[in-house]
Nanobody
Framework: QVQLVESGGGLVQAGGSLRLSCAAS????????MGWYRQAPGKQRERVAQITNGGIINYADSVMGRFTISRDNAKNTVYLQMNNLKPDDTAVYLC????????????WGQGTQVTVSS
C-alpha cells in the first residue's frame, strides 16, 4: 500500500515561513508527478504547486513568487517551501503523487494543517 506522509505544518504569523515535506513509501518518486494541494473549510481543493517527473513546475497564481516546490527522488521526498505566508494560506495541505505508468493512479497523504494568523 502506497503511503504519503506530510509533515511541517503548524501555526505561523503572517509574513512567516514554513517548509512542508512529504515522504513516500512503497513507491518510487521517479517517473511520477508530485504536487501539493490545499483545502480550506468551505472551499474547493486547490492545486498549489506541481513538479512533474521531467521537472516542469507549475504554481497557482495565488502563491507564485512565495512558494517553492522541489523534489529529491533519492529520498522519495517532495518539499514545499512557503514564504511570506498570508492568512488566506490557512488550509490543510495535502501531498499528491500521480503515477503515470499504467494503470495511472492518484495517491494522497493525510494532510498537514497550516494556520497563518494575522
Amino acid at each position: 500500500q502506497v503511503q504519503l506522509v506530510e509533515s511541517g505544518g503548524g501555526l505561523v504569523q503572517a509574513g512567516g515561513s514554513l517548509r512542508l515535506s512529504c515522504a513516500a513509501s512503497r513507491i518510487a518518486f521517479s517517473g511520477n508527478d508530485m504536487g501539493w494541494y490545499r483545502q480550506a473549510p468551505g472551499k474547493q481543493r486547490e492545486r498549489v504547486a506541481q513538479i512533474t517527473n521531467g521537472g516542469i513546475i507549475n504554481y497557482a497564481d495565488s502563491v507564485m513568487g512565495r512558494f517553492t516546490i522541489s523534489r529529491d527522488n533519492a529520498k522519495n521526498t517532495v518539499y514545499l517551501q512557503m514564504n511570506n505566508l498570508k492568512p488566506d494560506d490557512t488550509a490543510v495541505y495535502l501531498c499528491n503523487l500521480f503515477r503515470r505508468a499504467w494503470p495511472s493512479a492518484n495517491y494522497w497523504g493525510q494532510g498537514t494543517q497550516v494556520t497563518v494568523s494575522s
